[in-house]
């Protein structure tokens, strides 16, 4: 399939100030914990001080006994999941992952999950009584360890998983909660071809996505059981399909409007406190707020897999990839929700090989459920993958990138995966890469330059927009996603694209699950391309329906109208009707101007970024320092382009983070030891550089306007293009993330 | 819980005089938003390592979520809400936006507070010195770039360049 893609634009392209960016600088701007309702009263979530423990019992009695107390809550307020299915668009979830997060039900499986919850008139109150309430817990023996965990005499967490992608059917319950494989030639023949063969395994630990706005929601029941609920989301109505499914109470009876959101990176597409602020509300009659604190954000909301990732590349002596062999174990917390089936797609998606095989082995182990993070499932592979390429590369003594150009897919190639490349941008990104000034800076002593290349699969799914033309003819964009990073500059851009009207005159608003269609998520690097393709066809039937108004008019057929620069044109030029002549008219043309569209978008495509990065290591601390960064990144079309390099450089800054910092500490307890930024330390300003940027444009042939998607890929490449640096800067072979200062030191030292 | 009695106190913020009754066990950064309505102070992690709630306290940067709300008596708070004046924007506020500086915005308040603190006590700093700075107010959207340019380029614009 191919479209007229468009490559003049006027609007798009541009980078104009940000709709929302006055309520953002000033302090207006509503995010989840920032509403106050009349009446309202506080939530407090009581957690299991273990980390595999069966529910004895549980006694409110003393808390109730507080005045001011006045609703408490338990699993059992929730209806039993047992086998339900979430309905998906795609694929159904299951209810059981979800509802125990929500509330324990029986047995705790990781620590800080939560038990039980309680309600009263001040926050100090609610969190005063939740101490108050008793829970009687008979320990088990726990795990932590994913090899430990896949032992048969490992502690099991759950009698009903058997290990998914086995043939036959497993009869015994077991913690490895799947298992799979993808292959494609011959691999035992690849690595025959081969004249040189590097072997490594990567280890990157549990991390937090660390959006700085902890999980906040209000919630509130009218007489007639309406349920109204604000939070910061990266999807209302996903919000409100899980809290109906894990409440029990009709989807319908929903309303969710979604607050400004504080960033989620993937940790907020999913619910935590919504369901129990609903239960809560019901049995006050109050409206209940429920604010995260830091602590249970890190404790208890989805941190991301770790994972160990065995990789073994064969190569020719003139640099031909021949076989790409991997095994990658991924640690899911204590349900299964880890992204093993992306990482085992796409680790090996930049090169083209006939000989691949892919496994990957998802365990559960009584730690926090995981949850996705940018590009889910890809940058922990494409770590191992990477370093490998890069250490191939040297041996060869070839330039990493001209090893890469070598190797690197183009149209037509068939991935791993299994769906043939159309246009994509690796190659030009690869050469844009060599030709940055960067690149050709000289490295001095201890100071090392790594280069990383990434695939990342983008979404598309559906999305709703509903545009509407005011008496003056300025223009409201609707539409259901959640603004996470200046996507209403996008939407509104795209809108002035096919009106033909000054992105100014256009008002794009993020609005409630009552007030437009239904919208999959912000997720999936989607928004611009579903959600503007959902725009962008609403803007152009709502360019229609002005040409027949202005056709009405002059009594012309429609086919004589043409419609440039936001104005209806006839007659050569001597008939012009603007957008706010004809929105004035309206009422005798035939109404209220207004253009809805309904789009399910099969249209995404991949995007490629490359990274390369220069390091200076001291030898005397491990201290790493980033010398230089440089970020190039396949966009297809960026539609406001400071907000593209804004996602290339968060998400580089975030693959820094861990890969030099970040990780989730356990104690022998199965408690995180690391609650905290202070002890969970992502990147601050003074550890880092300008953050320089290459915008490649090679246009997704399937989007009228050539988008991709820009938001996840930019996560990948950062850890290997960071690790080789290292590893080269100090002479050292470390594949144990972080490289943190004492490791790195301990290896220099060694 | 022992009934204690509230605290009543009088303070000034954003240059009006204000007064409120808080519990002894109050952060400033709660008053601020759930007494006074204030909600631009942004609360992410209540231990003072994020610098969401950065104010302005009798001229001092600091977190508001350390800061006792009973010890502001008689002292001058200065908040996101009381920056932009007579309708017109400050310029580490409009350089944020026209670097677009900013994407999910929750730490924007704060940056904007400490970066304004930054340039009245160092007119011309280096990248460096915004870079050091800021080190105490965390975003993990931007990787920090078009922020330091921001406060950069504002710093220009109030030295009159």
Not at chain 1, 106 to 128: C, I, M, N, P, R
Not at chain 1, 351 to 357: K, V
Not at chain 1, 404 to 415: H, K, T
Request: hydrophobic share 40%.
């Amino acid at each position: 399939m191919t479209i007229n893609v468009k490559t003049d634009f006027k609007y798009v392209g541009t980078r104009p100030i940000r709709p929302d960016g006055l309520d953002k600088v000033t302090g207006r701007a509503m995010y989840g914990a920032d509403l106050n309702v009349q009446g309202m009263i506080y939530g407090h979530i009581v957690r299991s001080p273990y980390a595999h423990a069966k529910i004895k019992s549980i006694d409110f009695s003393e808390a109730l006994k507080l005045p001011g107390v006045l609703a408490t809550m338990s699993a059992d307020d929730l209806p039993d999941p047992g086998d339900i299915k979430i309905p998906g668009g795609e694929v159904d979830f299951e209810l059981k992952v979800f509802s125990p997060i929500i509330m324990a039900r029986g047995k705790v499986f990781f620590h800080a999950q939560a038990v039980a919850a309680v309600a009263a008139t001040s926050a100090s109150l609610a969190a005063e009584a939740a101490k108050l309430v008793k829970v009687e817990y008979e320990i088990l023996p726990h795990v932590l360890d994913v090899h430990a965990a896949a032992r048969e005499d490992a502690p099991l967490l759950h009698d009903d998983v058997f290990t998914q992608g086995v043939d036959p059917v497993p009869t015994k319950p077991s913690n490895v909660s799947a298992q799979l494989e993808l292959k494609m030639g011959d691999i035992d023949a690849g690595f025959a071809k081969a004249d040189l063969v590097i072997e490594r395994t990567y280890c990157v630990p549990m991390c937090h996505q660390g959006y700085i706005e902890p999980h906040a929601c209000v919630a509130q029941i009218d007489e007639s059981g309406k349920v109204d609920i604000w939070c910061c989301t990266q999807g209302a109505f996903m919000v409100r399909t899980l809290t109906s499914a894990i409440t029990g109470i009709d989807v319908g009876k929903f309303k969710v409007t979604p607050s400004e959101i504080g960033g989620g990176f993937g940790g907020k597409t999913t619910v935590y406190i919504e369901p129990v602020a609903v239960i809560l509300a019901q049995k006050s009659g109050r409206p209940v707020k429920i604010v995260m604190s830091r602590e249970d954000v890190f404790r208890a909301s989805g941190p991301v897999s770790s994972s160990e990732t065995r990789v073994k590349i064969g190569v020719t002596k003139d640099g031909k990839i021949t076989a790409i062999d991997t095994d990658i174990v991924m640690d899911s917390g204590a349900f299964s929700s880890s992204p093993i089936f992306p990482a085992v797609m796409f680790g090996s998606a930049c090169y083209r090989c006939d000989n691949i095989r892919s496994s990957g082995t998802e365990v559960l182990t009584n730690k926090p459920k995981v949850y996705a993070y940018r590009a889910p499932g890809a940058p922990q592979p494409m770590l191992a993958v990477e370093c490998v390429i890069n250490e191939i590369a040297q041996k060869l003594n070839m330039d990493p990138i001209d090893f890469r150009l070598l190797n690197a897919v183009d149209e037509g190639d068939v991935p791993l995966f299994g769906v043939p490349f159309q246009a994509i941008g690796l190659k030009t990104a690869l050469r844009e890469a060599k030709k940055h000034p960067n690149y050709q800076a000289v490295l001095k002593e201890n100071q090392g330059r790594g280069v990383g290349a990434a695939f990342w699969i983008n979404a598309g799914m559906q999305s709703s927009a509903t545009i509407n033309v005011s008496e003056d003819g300025r223009i409201n964009v609707l539409t259901g996603n959640p603004d996470i990073g200046g996507s209403r500059a996008s939407m509104a851009l795209m809108a002035a694209e096919v009106l033909g009207v000054p992105m100014e005159t256009i008002r794009p608003t993020v609005v409630d699950t009552d007030s437009i269609a239904y919208s999959d998520l912000t997720g999936g690097s989607r928004t611009t391309l579903a959600t503007g393709g959902a725009v962008i066809k609403a803007a152009e039937a709502l360019v229609e329906e002005l040409k027949k108004r202005a056709a009405a008019l002059w009594a012309l057929d429609i086919k004589e109208i043409e419609w440039v620069d936001g104005k209806a044109v006839a007659a050569n030029g001597e008939k012009v009707f603007t957008l706010a002549e004809l929105a004035a008219k309206a009422g005798v043309t035939g109404g209220p101007l207004c253009a809805v569209a309904s789009h399910n978008a099969h249209n995404a495509a991949p995007s490629f970024a490359v990274n390369v990065c220069d390091v200076e290591v001291d030898r005397e601390t491990g201290k790493v320092d980033i010398l230089r960064y440089t970020c190039v990144q396949d966009a297809g079309k960026a539609i406001h382009p400071a907000y593209v390099e804004g996602q290339m450089q968060g998400g580089a800054v975030q693959g820094i983070g861990w890969a030099l910092n970040e990780e989730y500490l356990f104690n022998e307890r199965g408690e995180l030891d690391n609650a905290g930024f202070l002890d969970y330390r992502i990147p601050v300003a003074s550890d880092l550089p300008m953050i320089d940027t290459v915008i490649v444009e090679v246009p997704n042939p399937l989007h009228p306007y050539g988008v991709r998607g820009v938001g996840e890929v930019s996560i990948c490449p950062p850890m290997p293009a960071v690790v080789t640096a290292v590893n080269q800067a100090a002479g050292i072979l470390v594949c144990d993330l972080p490289l943190s200062p004492p490791k790195v030191l301990a290896a220099i030292d060694a | 819980m022992s009934k204690q009695r509230k605290t009543h106190v009088s303070t000034t913020v954003n240059g009006e005089p204000c007064e409120f009754l808080c519990e002894p066990t109050q952060v400033l950064s709660d008053v601020l938003r759930n007494n006074l309505n204030l909600t631009g102070t942004k609360e992410g992690c209540n231990t003072g390592d994020c610098g969401a709630c950065s104010v302005m306290l009798d001229g001092a940067l600091v977190c508001a979520c350390l800061v006792l709300a009973v010890e502001v008596q008689d002292r001058d708070i200065e908040t996101i809400e009381g920056v932009a004046k007579e309708g017109k924007l400050h310029p580490i506020q409009q350089k944020l936006l026209e670097h677009a500086a900013l994407q999910c915005g929750i730490c924007t308040p704060g940056v904007v507070i400490a970066s304004k603190a930054l340039l009245e006590k160092n007119p011309d700093p280096s990248e460096s010195e915004v870079r050091y700075w800021l080190a105490g107010n965390l975003c993990r959207c931007t990787g920090y770039d078009k922020i330091i340019r921001a406060v950069l380029d504002a710093g220009a614009v109030m030295r009159g360049e």
